[in-house]
Nanobody, 114 residues
């Protein structure tokens, strides 16, 4: 399994970022997928999930109404549109199946300044 996250960066509070994840070595179209995030000293947190076909999504309360998860099964790609970013969204973001499968990718750092 190879998961390659990209799209992170430094943004001011209130700004937006779009994360992407390219997946290989996994039957992507059959897997529910999710975006996770982790900050130093804390457990990895699942913030958004999407069903295998893309018809059902769920969000942690902390990001509901601001983040949108989507997928393209033809391209084995998972995305996370993040709007109205807050400093507390600062973390390394990872994609993986739900439940987690195989290895974690390197993640992509999102830093939101106040």
């Amino acid at each position: 399994v190879q998961l390659v996250e990209s799209g992170g960066g430094l943004v001011q509070a209130g700004g937006s970022l779009r994360l992407s994840c390219a997946a290989s070595g996994i039957t992507f179209r059959l897997k529910a997928m999710g975006w996770y995030r982790q900050t130093p000293g804390k457990q990895r947190e699942l913030v958004a999930t999407i069903s295998s076909g893309g018809g059902s999504t769920n969000y942690a309360d902390s990001v509901k109404g601001r983040f949108t998860i989507s997928r393209d099964n033809a391209k084995n790609t998972l995305c996370l549109q993040m709007n109205s970013l807050k400093p507390e969204d600062t973390a390394v973001y990872y994609c993986n199946a739900v439940p987690m499968y195989g290895n974690w990718g390197q993640g992509t750092q999102v830093t939101v300044s106040s």
